[in-house]
């Protein structure tokens, strides 16, 4: 498990010796170290919907706002992108594999945040390195090639450099990236390693 404070934000996120956190009883440390009773997860379907915690959360949405002290949210994920906005008030938690990030779904999660001066955390998730795509995924999309590579004649597509050019496009200046990829680096479950049940927990905190 791993922790990042931003000031009086609390950022965890769990690694594979912590088990599977689609377990709800898995969620026990993470939750004692955030000191929570709970942690709200959206019921993640790919989409770019990010809801305000006091709406519906059995609703299919891939992201959660929230503006209160002391109540967790996060995003679980094996290879998407979890990314946390934040401000010294408000939070927001974002589920972002491709299909959620080119539908905007940081846009959408950005657009609930009452101050605009919004700081970011990148969590770990497949990188450059790994993830290989088809020539047609990039075609079809229209991915302009400074998003990708090309090894053996194969483009692997680097999606955090997607979604900071949005943040950035959203005047996001301050962005913390962990670097790490769940694919290679062994650390983390990961959906192209065969990890397709088994997922890791990123969420975060408001604290006094
Ligand atoms: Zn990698």
């Known amino acids: 498990m791993r922790f990042y404070t931003f000031d009086n934000i ?11 956190q689609r377990e709800e009883k898995n969620r026990l440390p993470l939750k004692n170290h955030l000191n929570v009773d709970t942690i709200h997860i959206p019921n993640q379907k790919h989409s770019n919907k990010v809801v305000k915690i006091e709406e519906d959360l059995t609703q299919e ?3 959660i706002y929230t503006d209160k002290k002391n109540t967790a949210i996060g995003v679980l994920t094996a290879d998407c992108i979890p990314i946390v906005l934040f401000n010294s008030k408000e939070l ?3 589920h972002a594999g491709w299909r959620g990030l080119f539908d905007g779904i940081i846009e959408n999660g950005f657009s ?6 919004v700081k970011a955390f990148i969590g ?10 088809d020539k ?6 229209n991915i302009s090639d400074k998003f990708y590579k090309i090894y053996n004649d194969k483009p692997y ?6 979604a900071i050019s949005i943040l950035k496009k959203l005047s996001v200046k301050d962005i913390y990236d962990i670097g790490e990829c769940t694919k290679c680096s062994g650390k983390f479950f990961s959906y192209r390693n065969g990890d397709f049940e088994s997922r890791i927990l990123t969420a975060a905190v408001i604290k006094e």
Do not use: S
């Not at 609390?10 to 088990?19: G, M, P, V």
């Not at 609930?112 to 001066?117: I, P």
């Not at 597509?157 to 997607?162: E, F, G, N, W, Y």
């Open 112 to 117: 609930l945040f009452k101050d605009k001066n």
């Open 61 to 63: 949405c891939d992201g």
């Open 136 to 141: 047609q995924f990039v075609n079809d999309l």
């Open 157 to 162: 597509l680097d999606l955090v450099a997607v």
């Open 124 to 133: 770990a998730c497949i990188r450059g390195c790994c993830y290989e795509v």
């Open 10 to 20: 609390l950022i965890a996120f769990t690694e594979k010796q912590d088990l599977n």
């Open 92 to 94: 927001a938690v974002i």
